[in-house]
């Protein structure tokens, strides 16, 4: 089986080619450490967005519409307060239409690599970003720490693994998110009408006029769709619906993650996830995108304010010279 790693130049921007049988993949480390492309070379997968004509400038203002972006403290928070077991943060508002703050700062910064490695069956790059007072944002999050993403490519597929490391004297708030850019369709001959997108959803997340989570509810005819893998919507305009994710038994564990199926031919893509995250967003940017983004997340939009003890809203802590850790394994069929 052929694994390699190669540093290249894409758009004049430094990247890493990884390859490993079927796959290869596209990382740009000083772009959020983004995992611009994984195709599946064996059956013709482009399996996230990805186009080759667009220069880096573009992905850069617009990195939530390519590949595999990293988000810390994930979208909406309202008026840009952001509450702690400790302290109050206030945050610059960036949706000033809503007058939110929204997606934090990390897929906006350059890591470092500071591992390569090429196993038997293994191409394995990681990555680091060092948060502190040189981060403009800063003054707004004083709590120093480090991110590592660590992306392992075989055979098998697409391993990604992020771990944060409070390096401060405060409590750290947890809230991360990775709004996968899937190709849809795959391949320029299909339809969008021919895929459907399949999720263990449990609840619907209701959003209010702001997108601010209000409330926890049971499916409608609407969302039960994703639940048999019959989405008719991929063709509409999709603006965040959100779900909590359910554990579905497998014969050797538990499932969390979705499908996105091309229902003629049968080629899926897929993505497991950990137990951290409990949430996941569909949305599309308007319909006339050749891309569906959807978005497993560790917390409920605006956890961090949501003051109701009984909705549960996957808001987590991390403590002084503590990790926490979050793993997705991506993969074709």
Known sequence: MKVSIKEIKHKGEPCIKM?????TALLAPTVGSNML???????????????????????KKEPLFF?????????????????TSDAIYKLPINEPKRNNHIHGFLHLREFKVIHKEITDTSAIVKTQYIYNSDDEFYQYLPIDFKAEIIFTLTDKGLFYQLELTNNSDKMMPVGVATPTALQCPFSRKHNKLDYALSIPA????????????????????????YLTGNTETLENNIDDDMYLLEKVPLKNGYYKGFELVHTESEHKVCCEVSKEYDFIIVGNFGRNHRFISSEPTSWMINAPNITDNNMYTGYREIAPNKKFTAKQYYYSV
């Open 37 to 59: 492309r994984l195709r599946d070379n064996k059956n013709n997968i482009e399996m996230f967005h990805f186009d080759v004509k667009a220069q880096m400038k573009f992905v």
């Open 202 to 225: 449990k609840n619907k997340c209701e959003l209010n006029n702001r997108h601010l989570s209000s409330t926890l509810a049971d499916l409608g005819s609407y969302d039960e769709k």
């Open 19 to 23: 390859t490993a049988g079927k796959y």
């Open 67 to 83: 590949g595999l972006p990293t988000l810390y403290l994930p979208n909406q928070l309202s008026d840009g307060i952001l509450k």
